[in-house]
């Protein structure tokens, strides 16, 4: 069940250039967060003419009672979101949504684009503390290195980071499904069994989405669709899903995800 928890600003600073870490002291919310799901955030000072902005939860520290979110500078909303200072108070409504489930039978392998990486770092903390779980691999590409956010992070956890940008400035030229593919060839080459976890652009979603059902493998997709009220009350964010007897539904990301089933994706 969804907290609505009026929290503080514990630190708020740049991640890297056009995007902000947002750390809130939110103990309710943190002892309930699972990766994957989301929070509501209503931006102080737009509460009258304009609707909570939704966050996947990048980590969550139940102990510490905080909860944190990486985001992307890119409208009114977290235009205002990123004025806020240390010490301010805001409203968060959440966890929200079914997120990605924290085993997996073989070599998690973990898809982000952009900020899409955001809620793989959850994921990847709980995978890691997880005892006999494989170590997990990162797959995550941008446009050039600024846009590989956080590696660092994935590294000190543990996770061994493969990366690739448009302009060659890291990792492999080219899109992140190269150094995917180069992957996959060698897991099933060697007999080993993977699942494949993903945020980001659509693209991306779906071209690791075929790549799941294409080896027979779980796949999990978190999709990146329009969250208006953030509680299923809307149908904004409707995602077209097979059910497995063929017949087609309208999910709404918000309630029924938004991480769902490679192979109930309708694209």
Known sequence: MAI??????????DA???????????????????PGQFVHVKVPGLEASALRR????????????????????????????AQEPAGAEIEVMGPLGFGFPVACA??????????????????????????GM???????????????????????????VRTA?????????????????????????????????????????????QRAVGTGSKGWISMDRHMICGVGACFACVQRLRRPNGEEWNARCCVNGPVFKADEIVW
């Open 4 to 13: 609505n928890e009026k929290c503080r600003i514990a630190s708020h600073e």
């Open 16 to 34: 890297a250039p056009g995007y902000r870490m947002l750390v809130l002291a939110a103990p309710q919310v943190a002892a309930a967060a699972q």
């Open 165 to 209: 940008t448009n302009d060659g400035s890291d990792g492999v030229k080219g899109f992140v499904t190269e150094p995917l593919d180069d992957a996959l060839i060698a897991l099933r080459g060697e007999g080993r069994r993977f699942e494949l976890f993903t945020c980001g652009p659509d693209g991306l979603l779906k071209a690791v989405s």
């Open 106 to 131: 073989g070599v998690p392998l973990l898809v982000g684009g952009g900020y899409g990486v955001a809620p793989l770092y959850f994921l990847a903390k709980r995978l890691m503390a997880k005892d």
């Open 54 to 81: 939704p966050f996947s939860i990048f980590d969550s520290d139940p102990d510490a009672g905080i909860v944190t979110v990486l985001y992307k500078v890119v409208g009114r909303g977290t235009a205002a979101l």
């Open 134 to 160: 494989e170590r997990p691999i990162l797959f995550v590409g941008g446009r050039t290195k600024s846009d590989l956010l956080e590696l660092e992070r994935f590294r000190a956890l543990g996770v061994d």
